[in-house]
């Protein structure tokens, strides 16, 4: 079912226990978000919570809102211009979505003044240093995933990214966002490339670590997983060569 005018301005709304103005769009089945600025920006939160909404985005700019609810959707893309056209957006409830790939965090965190986040049930919650990243990324975040970031948190982030290894992260990340906002797809094909990710550019620690990786290599079939993992904009491997370094140096 579109979002229409029609039912945006028919649908509940309430003051809710926060004694924010609250608009209720569960179970619409919408797939996509649009005519937002039918509701002339008179809600502090949105509950789109139980519909089948894939990408975050098309949102114009609305001043008040600083809630957005999305429970149970499939979305697996965030607009980076999310914190540009809600400049008051604080939290951001994704539970059970389809985010995959780490550089959409950094499309979340254009959102400048976010304090709670959840990507529970998302397959990203499943990458390396993914709680790690996310504490990096979004310093103003208090809440992640319903538990609360702590200073030693913080600490041990900002530690992390200052070893190899957290900087090739950093780099891998940089890398998937342009592959990204250029219209790739990171490892999502079957032969593990796309049209996008044939050509890709390492920075210069990367190109080393990726030599130390193929050295290792004890197999043909390695190298071509090596590879393979290139071609699909996958560079997490390069962060276990990267610790691995880092021990033999201690």
Not at 26 to 43: H, S, V
Not at 154 to 166: C, D, I, M
Not at 180 to 192: F, I, L
Not at 202 to 228: F, G, W
Request: charged residues 25%; negative net charge.
């Amino acid at each position: 079912m579109r979002l229409t005018a029609d039912i945006l301005l028919c649908a509940e709304h309430y003051i809710n226990a926060y004694l924010d103005r609250e608009l209720n769009l569960r179970g619409f089945k919408i797939p996509a978000i649009e005519n937002l600025a039918t509701l002339q920006d008179q809600f502090d939160v949105i509950d789109f919570s139980d519909n089948d909404i894939k990408k975050l985005d098309n949102f114009p700019v609305m001043n008040r809102l600083n809630a957005l609810l999305l429970h149970n959707n499939s979305v697996s893309r965030i607009s980076p211009t999310l914190g540009a056209n809600l400049p008051k957006l604080s939290a951001i409830m994704l539970t059970n979505n389809r985010i995959t790939n780490i550089s959409e965090i950094v499309h979340v965190a254009s959102a400048t003044k976010l304090e709670s986040l959840s990507l529970l049930d998302n397959p990203v919650t499943l990458k390396a240093h993914y709680r790690t990243f996310v504490i990096h990324r979004i310093p103003t975040l208090k809440w992640l995933d319903f538990r609360k970031v702590t200073q030693t948190e913080r600490e041990e982030s900002a530690k992390f990214f200052k070893t190899a290894a957290g900087k090739a992260f950093l780099a891998a990340v940089a890398q998937e966002v342009k592959i990204v906002e250029t219209g790739g797809n990171v490892g999502n094909n079957s032969n593990g490339a796309s049209g996008a990710n044939n050509s890709v550019v390492l920075s210069e620690e990367q190109k080393v670590l990726v030599k130390r990786a193929i050295e290792n290599a004890a197999t043909r079939e390695e190298i071509d997983n090596i590879e393979r993992q290139l071609k699909a904009g996958n560079f997490e491997f390069l962060n276990d060569i990267a610790s691995s370094d880092e021990q033999m140096a201690v």
